[in-house]
């Protein structure tokens, strides 16, 4: 998987932007409105978030966020006292984040479009990296530890959210429930007789439509293999590259980096409604990692 590829996904898929009914959709371009109704919708939702951030020790600091998205967390850091800079791959998330900050009257330092696999700060630049939700989309992983390294201090903290493994989301819905139900439409639609109705839903349904051509593209079988299944099954069919994490993989992926803590937060596990039911710190699909960037060897 190539990053134009990941770049023109999200430059088209702003983050969360469908969800709320879109900034130039419903709210036609008032960004005031879309982002109050954006952190409202985020929070109502992924209630853990506000007590996360504030969990971090930033004020005063030198943070960097990387893949920004709506800006929602990024406000959070600066309010908090961040001497904050962010990056993100799309010129779309840019823009919006530049907005929001400018609205809302925040002060930071810098706010650029780039790459975390080419990192445009000189080494030990930062004591933070914050990243929520970002590298589990990113292919080449070991590169983007490795320039995260290069810009921390040393004594300096990474703090990342990426997709749970052990998660009722990976191993119920996407594992299971989401494969039957594809697996059953798709041979539906291959059946003369039902293949009207299937294609009418499927045009009724964006998602199933795009599930649909994947597995057309691909071939049914290897689209169903949660290893490829994955990739599509956190944020659309469109979406083309997805990992999920547990300490393990951790450990494998980020070999500049000593793991210090492991939490869960968010019961998410769509189409089973599991919101406000307990068991996050078990099941969660959110794995928050702090980790703390090893000496440097020569
Ligand atoms: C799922 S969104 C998460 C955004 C935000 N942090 C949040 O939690 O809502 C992923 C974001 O990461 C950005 N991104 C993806 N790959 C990236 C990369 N290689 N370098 C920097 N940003 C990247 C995307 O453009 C997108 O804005």
Known sequence: MDEPTVQRFWQHHACGDAQVGGLHGRFKGDYEQFFTDYDSFRYGRERHIPACIESLSVAGKQVL???????????????????????????????????????????????????????PFADQSFDVVFSHGVLHHVPDIRRAQQEIRRVLRP???????????????????????????????????????????????????????????????????????????????????????????????????????????VYKRFMHAPPLPVHRLPGERLLGWHLWVHLAPRPATR
């Open 65 to 119: 966020e990387i893949g920004l998205g709506e800006g929602s967390e990024s406000e959070r850091l600066i309010r908090q006292g961040a001497c904050w800079t962010g990056i993100d791959l799309t010129a779309e998330s840019v823009a919006r984040v530049g907005t929001r900050l400018a609205l809302r009257q925040l002060p930071y330092q810098e706010l650029r479009q780039a790459s975390v696999l080419d990192l």
């Open 155 to 261: 004594g300096g903290e990474l703090v990342i959210m990426v997709y749970a493994r052990w998660s009722l989301n990976y191993l119920v819905s996407i594992g299971v429930l989401r494969r039957a139900a594809l697996l059953t439409a798709a041979l539906l639609a291959a059946a003369p007789l039902a293949s009207a109705g299937i294609r009418q839903a499927g045009r009724a349904d964006g998602r199933l439509a795009g599930h649909l051509a994947n597995a057309r593209k691909l071939g049914l079988f290897r689209y169903l293999r949660l290893s490829e299944f994955v990739h599509y099954n956190t944020d659309g069919p469109a979406n083309p590259y997805a990992l999920v994490y547990d300490r393990r993989r951790i450990e494998q992926h980020f070999p500049s980096f000593e793991v210090v803590r």
